[in-house]
């Protein structure tokens, strides 16, 4: 039985250390609490949860 060739479908565009930068510019903004607040929240309905997603990302935390 013959090995089947790996096939390649795409390319990264960008060299490793911009890949990295990238990287370390999403940590940076995770650690400063960039995203979704810790906690339990309850809404009324689908609605009211994504208002309040929108405004918190509208607001930036």
């Known amino acids: 039985m013959e090995k089947q060739a ?15 930068a990238r990287l370390q510019r999403t940590a940076a903004q995770l650690a400063r609490g960039r995203g979704q607040p810790k906690g339990v929240f309850k809404f009324a309905s689908h609605e009211a949860c994504s208002a309040w997603t929108e405004n ?3 607001n930036g935390k």
Request: hydrophobic fraction near 35%; charge should be positive.
């Open 6 to 20: 790996i096939k390649t479908i795409g390319t990264l565009q960008k060299t490793p250390w911009q890949r990295f």
């Open 56 to 58: 918190l990302n509208r």
